[in-house]
């Protein structure tokens, strides 16, 4: 698994339990290619709840990667 992928898995789960349902939503949207609309029925939601747990879920996991790696910088920088 490459790194990227890794860290995305490791993130996801992250989220999954700070908050499962837009966790989801990034499998739906993401991995299985859904429309907003059809996330939104195999959630049994409104697509507006979709369109806002999409954007949170987006920004979070952004702000975990840009966490990740500072946090991969610095150990890099203490080993030299």
């Known amino acids: ?5 890794l860290c ?3 993130a996801l789960a992250r989220l999954a339990e700070f908050d499962a ?3 989801r939503v990034v499998e739906l949207r993401y991995f299985a290619g859904m429309s907003v609309e059809e996330a939104a029925e195999t959630l049994g ?3 507006n709840t979709v369109i806002h747990d ?5 920004a979070w996991l952004k702000r ?3 966490r990740s790696a ?3 910088s610095r150990t890099v920088e203490e080993n030299r």
């Open 1 to 5: 698994m490459s790194e990227s992928l």
């Open 8 to 10: 995305l898995h490791e």
């Open 21 to 23: 349902r837009k966790a």
């Open 45 to 47: 939601v409104h697509p």
């Open 54 to 58: 999409w954007t949170l879920a987006k």
């Open 64 to 66: 975990e990667f840009e």
């Open 70 to 72: 500072r946090d991969e």
